[in-house]
């Protein structure tokens, strides 16, 4: 399995973004498609994620703001990030990990930067 994430860029405090990512390979074998980000201060952190049977977990800093989503016919899971603010500022790293570990698959990361 590969993922492309995608979307990132810069937004005033307030303002929306949505995050794509892409997977491809051997997407018949995805179970669930999570959003990380991280920090140079922080640890890599949960954001959401999505199952294919479509259940969702957030954060509790993005409850109530952020919303992921799946396409499944595309394979693609989407992360609509709303009021947004400068400590939502991170690189956003999608994540696969394989039913049986047998693999954990990331996307290269995309920066999302607030500013104030």
């Known amino acids: 399995v590969q993922l492309q994430a995608s979307g990132g860029g810069l937004v005033q405090a307030g303002g929306s973004l949505r995050l794509s990512c892409a997977a491809s390979?051997?997407?018949?074998?995805?179970?669930?498609i999570a959003w990380y980000r991280q920090t140079p201060e922080k640890q890599r952190e949960l954001v959401a994620k999505?199952?294919?049977?479509?259940?969702?977990t957030y954060a509790d800093s993005v409850k109530g703001r952020f919303t992921i989503s799946m396409d499944s016919a595309k394979m693609t899971v989407y992360l609509q990030m709303n009021s947004l603010k400068s400590e939502d500022t991170a690189v956003y790293y999608c994540?696969?990990?394989?039913?049986?570990?047998?693999?954990?698959?990331w996307g290269q990361g995309t920066l999302v930067t607030v500013s104030s």
């Open positions: 994540n696969a990990p394989g039913p049986f570990e047998e693999y954990d698959a």
């Open positions: 390979g051997s997407t018949n074998s995805i179970i669930a």
């Open positions: 999505i199952t294919t049977g479509g259940a969702t």
